[in-house]
């Protein structure tokens, strides 16, 4: 018997670890998926912002058009004409100019609310867009990703077919011997000849054994215990 197959056998075991690698390393999180989550966030921290913003300004125009009302009653008082002692029309002129003061200070604050307003704004759309592209492209990544994984499901599936198969080519014992190297050599049970050594160790193979491997005998590395092939 041949000890090629057990050349293949290792082939497609090496080849089928390193499908297992590449599928464990899908598992790991997108780096997309960490993208979207950083500008997700900061869009909402943003929105947050900008609701607050708006929020008070509506409540600063609602406390000016108190103030507005205010200064109407008192000024409708004031030129009723109902009024005419000189003391308590002063004190009615009085209290629209404080009137005016407080108007003003709403005025001054509901501009520079709208100035903060429109800058938040800008903001929030602006990470909003920045968002969305995040998502695309975390949507493509994911996509790539389904691909890759089905690609390398579909591979080691036919590897696992290959590899049934090559196993009948092989005797009982062969296996064993292999399977034993196989967990005792990191994965790596046959070692091709080359130059007149070991692939596996590096150490140089005797011309005898040389000759038995050509011969498709069972040969196995005197350093390393390797079954060899040419
Ligand atoms: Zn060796």
């Not at 609310?113 to 938040?120: F, K, Y």
């Not at 990191?186 to 040389?210: R, S």
Request: aromatic share 4%; glycine share 4%; with cysteine.
């Amino acid at each position: 018997m041949s000890t090629l197959p057990l050349y293949h056998l290792q082939q497609i075991d090496s080849r089928m670890e390193s499908i297992e690698n590449e599928l464990s390393l899908l598992l790991e999180p997108l780096a997309e998926e960490k993208g979207f989550q950083e500008v997700s966030y900061s869009y909402e921290r943003v929105e947050k912002k900008r609701k607050e913003a708006e929020r008070l300004q509506k409540a600063a125009e609602m406390e000016l058009s108190s103030i507005e009302s205010e200064k109407k009653a008192v000024e409708k008082k004031l030129y009723s004409g109902k009024v005419t002692n000189s003391k308590e029309l002063l004190q009615l002129e009085k209290e629209i100019q404080q009137i005016q003061k407080k108007r003003d200070v709403m005025d001054e604050r509901i501009l520079k609310g709208m100035e903060t307003l429109e800058q938040l704004e800008k903001e929030s759309s602006f990470k909003k867009k920045e968002m969305e592209a995040a998502k695309a492209s975390l949507e493509i990544a994911q996509k790539n990703r389904e691909g890759e994984k089905t690609n390398l499901v579909q591979a080691l599936d036919e590897l696992k077919r290959k590899r049934e198969n090559q196993l009948q080519a092989i005797n009982l014992e062969w296996i064993d011997l292999y399977l034993s190297l196989k967990d005792k050599k990191d994965g790596v049970a046959v070692a091709k000849v080359e130059n007149q050594a070991c692939g596996g160790c590096f150490m140089e193979v005797p011309g005898t054994l040389i000759q038995k491997a050509r011969s498709l005998e069972m040969v196995t590395c005197s350093s390393c215990g390797r079954i060899l092939v040419m």
